[in-house]
């Protein structure tokens, strides 16, 4: 009997889409154990920031000169004016996010895991192709919005939450790279002023919490119930 | 005719602006014209929209569909406007002879609620006109975050907790809902080609060749993900929280326009779908979630301890009601989910109004400290009283109109099980709401839970107050006993135009 495995060598331009893909990915899963403030908001203009690459990535690859312009406002609104807004609007709260999962990082990261696994693997099913990048990188962008749930779910603070609602949109972002490249430039720059209205409205708000319960621990709203 | 709809697109925000500035009546006085000729301007879209498509600024579209939905929102802008002049007047009388600081504090509080109020009806305004599915997800995206700013005005410890889950729980849905809406641009982008914008009529006309499977993972998501916003059960959550804590007149808001706001997402949704799929994939889906949200909210309708959550519980049930009548898809009963979105409307705001007024007086949300209230309200008892009848789809009014219709829908569909289950889960809600009405309406003062608590005195605490339940009531009486031609044209063209991919 003859066994052949025929391995696929991966393009430059697939291998590098699909390393960003994961990066984004892995900045995900530093979020679930991030112990400060700062280091979160630090994380998540990281994540923007491989969003960002990867679209300049598909424009460079691709040749459409409207992603250029989609990377540079994605990194100026979401690397750098959304992060100083976060960071603005906190200023009076304490730097230390620690402690507020409510399970252990390691058994975060566990069930994290077999959620990403579980969205991954639903996607590739599917069998949905684009010809503007690989199909892996949908898988990852579905496990990243997967996993961004377990962060609002599992970690007890504000901060976290918020982050993980920002980036559950860095997901959607990476989606819409893979299937939905197209897509005309004015409804991105919507979707991003948009983003960037949601971020006021959940750092005053975050803020309001703050000053009224002088934590950013979310564990004090149970009061209503029924 | 575009004209119009540029101005009702225009005007909120203009007023807006006023309010920014202007003392607390000036913004009282605009918020209330604006709200009126808003209303007038829908009503007079609504001869052109039953005969054809009106379209604007390439970004503006209204079909039936978006001018039935329009015009409950423009109803509860105008009612609520004119119920906030009282609502606001009661709160300036308060602080009129005290501090400075007070009141000054209070000017800012005016200053914000009628910023975000008018904020919040422009976003709702927007949503059914714009021509684009990427536009509507981000007017939808703006009424929630301009709305959770409204939730948490009243500062307290129960407002900033419903706000930020509210927040929270509905942008991650409307994340979803992104997601649904990248997969449908997918969809389409294999006929109508790579780079296209996501306007409505090609995307409608062409659904019949969009491949199946990413128009199936559209559908779902969006059911969930604006399905949050909708209220609709497992995502419901957010919804008794934000509604019981929200000044009054947002919660008349966010309870008769926004959930359907969002569930008019979902339709433009089925629409594509059913083009796509035909009908029995989506009807199956929205069948599944409007009965699983009936049953939740008539179960919850029956052990309530809030007033105001429990008209909450009771919206989840309209938005049951209405998934279950689009599930069933005959042209009769699509009419009625079309009629139910206005007389919910207006019968949902009438409730919360009334509960507003019946909050003042009592001093508290809680059930069981309020009794008697038929003799202390001489207008708002009774009024509060029809509203409940009228949720309850008591005939004269509107919701019996549309309950029957979906209903009859459902038998001549040969939906038999499906039917029979929403009449017995009506009536079981039905239970729950009049129970509690005729306890708090009825019930004598020596059955109070806390007798000692001082008489509340007689009389409404504003005319202002009771002036737009009786506009509403006026609303579900002519809805109910004899709709203008003209609204049952735009209703059964609204509903061919849902059914139009079921063929």
């Given amino acids: 009997m003859f066994l052949a495995y025929n391995p696929s060598v991966p393009s430059v331009f697939s291998g590098t889409a699909s390393t960003i893909a994961l990066i984004v990915l892995l900045l995900e899963f530093g979020m679930l154990r991030q112990a400060l403030l700062r280091g979160q908001v630090r994380l998540y203009a990281g994540q923007s920031l491989a969003v960002s690459a990867l679209a300049a990535v598909v424009a460079f690859g691709h040749n459409v000169p409207e992603l250029y312009a989609l990377a540079v406002l994605s990194l100026l609104l979401k690397v750098i004016a959304v992060p100083l807004l976060v960071v603005g609007l906190l200023r009076e709260a304490p730097d230390e996010i620690a402690g507020s999962g409510a399970v252990s990082v390691a058994n975060a990261v566990l069930i994290s895991i077999a959620v990403a696994a579980f969205g991954f693997f639903a996607v590739g099913v599917l069998g949905i192709s684009s010809d503007v990048l690989p199909t ?18 599992l970690r007890r603070d504000v901060v976290s939450q918020a982050i993980g609602f920002f980036s559950l949109e860095n997901g959607a972002s990476l989606a819409s790279l893979v299937v939905a490249a197209g897509m005309p430039l004015i409804l991105e720059v919507a979707f991003l002023f948009d983003l960037l209205v949601a971020v006021v409205v959940f750092g005053l708000l975050a803020r309001t919490h703050h000053r009224r319960a002088q934590s950013l621990s979310t564990e004090t709203l149970d009061r209503l119930r029924g | 005719m575009p004209v119009l709809m540029v101005l009702l697109v225009l ?230 929280d934000a509604h019981a804590e929200a000044p009054t007149p947002v919660s008349a808001l966010l309870s008769g326009s926004l959930l359907a706001v969002s569930f008019y997402a979902i339709l433009r949704y089925y629409q594509i779908s059913v083009g796509a799929l035909g009908p029995r994939f989506p009807q199956t889906i929205l069948l599944i979630f409007g009965v699983l949200s009936l049953l939740l909210a008539a179960l919850y309708l029956l052990e309530q301890r809030d007033i105001k959550r429990l008209l909450a519980y009771s919206s989840v049930e309209h938005m049951g009601i209405l998934a279950i009548g689009v599930s069933f898809g005959a042209p009769i009963a699509l009419s009625g989910v079309l009629l139910h979105v206005l007389a919910h409307a207006a019968a949902k705001a009438n409730a919360f109004m009334g509960a507003g007024v019946l909050v003042r007086k009592f001093g508290t949300k809680e059930l069981g400290r309020m009794a008697a209230g038929i003799g202390l309200l001489p207008w708002s008892g009774p009024l509060f009283l029809t509203a409940v009848l009228a949720l309850s789809a008591m005939p004269p009014f509107g919701l019996f109109r549309s309950e029957f219709q979906i209903v009859s829908g459902g038998f001549a569909d040969a939906r038999n099980a499906a039917a029979a289950a929403l009449v017995c889960l009506v009536t079981l809600a039905f239970l729950g709401l009049t129970l509690v009405t005729t306890r708090i309406l009825f019930r004598p003062r020596v059955e109070m839970s806390d007798v000692a608590a001082p008489m509340p005195t007689r009389g409404e605490p504003s005319r202002w107050m009771v002036t737009p339940v009786v506009v509403g009531l006026l609303v579900l009486l002519v809805l109910g006993l004899a709709p203008p031609s003209e609204l049952v044209d735009l209703l059964s063209r609204g509903a061919s135009e849902l059914a139009a991919g079921a063929r």
């Fill in chain 1, 136 to 153: 892996v990188a949908l898988s990852l962008a579905m496990a990243v919005v997967l996993v961004a749930f377990i962060l609002m779910i």
């Fill in chain 2, 11 to 240: 005007l909120p925000l203009v007023t807006m602006l006023v309010c920014a500035r202007a003392p607390h009546r000036v913004a009282a006085a605009v918020t209330v014209l604006t709200g009126v000729t808003a209303f007038v301007l829908a009503v007079v879209l609504v001869p052109a929209g039953v005969d054809h498509t009106i379209t604007a600024v390439r970004y503006l579209r209204a079909d039936a569909l978006s001018l039935i939905f329009l015009l409950g929102t423009c109803l509860l802008y105008a009612v609520v406007a004119i119920y906030a002049v009282g609502y606001m007047a009661d709160e300036e009388r308060a602080v009129r002879s005290d501090t400075a600081e007070r009141q000054e504090i209070f000017a800012r509080y005016s200053r914000r609620f009628y910023l975000g109020l008018n904020a919040f009806a422009w976003s709702m305004i927007c949503a059914p006109l714009v021509n684009d599915l990427a536009l509507l997800w981000i007017a939808v995206e703006i009424t929630t975050v301009v709305s959770a700013l409204l939730v948490a005005l009243d500062n307290t410890e129960g407002a900033t907790e419903a706000a930020w889950k509210y927040v929270l729980i509905a942008s991650s849905g409307l994340g979803i809902a992104l997601l649904a809406t990248i997969f449908m641009y997918h969809a389409g982008s294999q006929v109508l080609g790579q780079s296209y914008s996501l306007a409505l009529d090609p995307l409608i006309h062409s659904s019949a060749q969009f491949p199946h499977t990413p128009v199936r993972l559209a559908f779902v998501l969006a059911v969930v993900g604006f399905g949050t916003k909708v209220g609709l059960f497992p995502v419901h959550t957010w919804l008794p």
